[in-house]
């Protein structure tokens, strides 16, 4: 098919519910991508930060492979050794402490787990999230989820989910009652806009939960997997959740969603009060555990650190030229270049330039590239960032010059 019948069979069967960009993606191979016609791209969005290791890397497809001849499917009402293998894996990395996990297929169901579990561990309703935050569009995640575009349209929704100002110690400690049981955050918020925390805030957090006897739930969907230049975006302050909610990368490309909690918490849901079909399919659990083994071999949490430096100097360097720019920010490779206007001008001309970045609301672009880009990949990303953000100024300029 070329690329218009596939812009209209999508157009034409599938829901409306995506933003959909005009380019139609057919090949992929560590941070490069190929449309339908063979252009080549940059990718920085990596599929909403999905692919960290990059498209189709070798050791992935060669663990699919693998498995789908042995066994695709396999129900958690029995045992199977590659699910074994991966939770082995992953408890292995995950913060001291967080050694009892729950598989799913999305970040989305990972919060989900992550708010009955409050519930059921501390017998009280109550979720205090934050301003400004994303956690999923599910009924149960878009209760903690901020903005009212999400929101409204599916009102009323979970009831005893509240929100309070973001990054203030204090509004959280006001917040709590005799009903909270667990505070939601995300140690980055990505789709508010890249916003790091200040200095002190997840450890004020991290104590006042503990003071309060209430859980700390950390969403790490977008944060962890090396993403931050830290295994956990957490780490990056030293603090440890009670619960953490992963997904996007842990399986190399494949869905998964991941609740890991501590045992004394996770212990409290019982056989039939949660559970999923597809939870630990071992052809996504081989997928998984092929992604930790490069994750760690290949060392990319520290080769985020520095990339992620060196990306973000070049992006500060490009706001000392564009006034457009209003800040740069963000920690690793998770970028946010916020600027003076709407981005989606700035996003098309980009992505007519080979380079794929994204939005995180309506003024910010947001940079998650997988964590194998080169600097060579990088330059080639600012440079068509450099150009498009030079023609958006000139266009707004030429707009407002009077006939």
């Given at each position: 098919?070329?690329?218009?019948?596939?812009?209209?069979?999508?157009?034409?069967?599938?829901?409306?519910?995506?933003?959909?960009?005009?380019?139609?993606?057919?090949?992929?191979?560590?941070?490069?991508?190929?449309?339908?016609?063979?252009?080549?791209?940059?990718?920085?969005?990596?599929?909403?930060?999905?692919?960290?290791?990059?498209?189709?890397?070798?050791?992935?497809?060669?663990?699919?492979?693998?498995?789908?001849?042995?066994?695709?499917?396999?129900?958690?009402?029995?045992?199977?050794?590659?699910?074994?293998?991966?939770?082995?894996?992953?408890?292995?990395?995950?913060?001291?402490?967080?050694?009892?996990?729950?598989?799913?297929?999305?970040?989305?169901?990972?919060?989900?787990?992550?708010?009955?579990?409050?519930?059921?561990?501390?017998?009280?309703?109550?979720?205090?999230?934050?301003?400004?935050?994303?956690?999923?569009?599910?009924?149960?995640?878009?209760?903690?989820?901020?903005?009212?575009?999400?929101?409204?349209?599916?009102?009323?929704?979970?009831?005893?989910?509240?929100?309070?100002?973001?990054?203030?110690?204090?509004?959280?400690?006001?917040?709590?009652?005799?009903?909270?049981?667990?505070?939601?955050?995300?140690?980055?918020?990505?789709?508010?806009?890249?916003?790091?925390?200040?200095?002190?805030?997840?450890?004020?957090?991290?104590?006042?939960?503990?003071?309060?006897?209430?859980?700390?739930?950390?969403?790490?969907?977008?944060?962890?997997?090396?993403?931050?230049?830290?295994?956990?975006?957490?780490?990056?302050?030293?603090?440890?959740?009670?619960?953490?909610?992963?997904?996007?990368?842990?399986?190399?490309?494949?869905?998964?969603?991941?609740?890991?909690?501590?045992?004394?918490?996770m212990s409290t849901l019982k056989v039939g009060e949660h559970s999923t079909t597809f939870s630990g399919s071992p052809l996504v659990c081989a997928a998984g555990c092929a992604s930790i083994d490069v994750l760690q071999e290949e060392k990319l949490a520290d080769r985020a650190a520095s990339n992620g430096k060196y990306f973000k100097?070049?992006?500060?360097?490009?706001?000392?030229?564009?006034?457009?720019?209003?800040?740069?920010?963000?920690?690793?490779?998770?970028?946010?270049?916020?600027?003076?206007?709407?981005?989606?001008?700035?996003?098309?001309?980009?992505?007519?330039?080979?380079?794929?970045?994204?939005?995180?609301?309506?003024?910010?672009?947001?940079?998650?590239?997988?964590?194998?880009i080169s600097k060579e990949q990088i330059d080639k990303a600012v440079a068509a960032l450099d150009a498009a953000l030079g023609e958006e100024e000139h266009e707004r300029a030429s707009s407002t010059v009077p006939n």
């Open positions: 098919m070329n690329e218009k019948q596939i812009i209209d069979i999508e157009t034409r069967y599938l829901a409306n519910v995506f933003s959909k960009k005009p380019v139609v993606f057919t090949k992929g191979k560590g941070a490069l991508l190929w449309d339908v016609n063979g252009r080549e791209y940059v990718d920085c969005a990596s599929s909403y930060g999905v692919a960290a290791l990059g498209h189709c890397h070798p050791k992935i497809v060669a663990a699919v492979k693998a498995q789908a001849e042995q066994l695709i499917t396999c129900h958690s009402c029995y045992y199977n050794d590659k699910r074994a293998e991966f939770i082995e894996k992953l408890v292995k990395i995950t913060p001291r402490g967080l050694d009892k996990a729950f598989l799913s297929n999305s970040g989305a169901e990972s919060v989900e787990c992550a708010i009955k579990l409050a519930r059921k561990a501390t017998g009280k309703p109550e979720i205090i999230a934050v301003m400004g935050a994303f956690h999923g569009k599910t009924m149960g995640a878009l209760s903690a989820t901020w903005d009212k575009k999400y929101r409204e349209p599916f009102l009323p929704l979970i009831p005893e989910i509240k929100h309070v100002a973001p990054d203030n110690a204090d509004k959280i400690r006001e917040a709590i009652t005799d009903k909270t049981a667990a505070v939601l955050i995300e140690p980055i918020r990505g789709e508010g806009g890249i916003r790091v925390p200040p200095d002190g805030y997840l450890q004020a957090v991290r104590e006042i939960c503990s003071q309060k006897d209430v859980l700390l739930i950390l969403d790490e969907v977008q944060t962890s997997f090396g993403r931050t230049g830290k295994l956990f975006g957490c780490q990056n302050w030293g603090v440890t959740p009670d619960v953490m909610c992963l997904a996007k990368p842990f399986a190399g490309g494949l869905p998964i969603g991941i609740t890991v909690a501590k045992e004394d918490v100097a070049e992006l500060e360097a490009l706001a000392l030229k564009h006034k457009i720019i209003k800040e740069i920010r963000g920690l690793g490779l998770m970028l946010g270049m916020e600027l003076r206007y709407d981005v989606l001008g700035v996003i098309l001309k980009t992505l007519g330039k080979g380079v794929v970045v994204l939005d995180a609301g309506r003024t910010v672009v947001r940079l998650l590239p997988p964590l194998v």
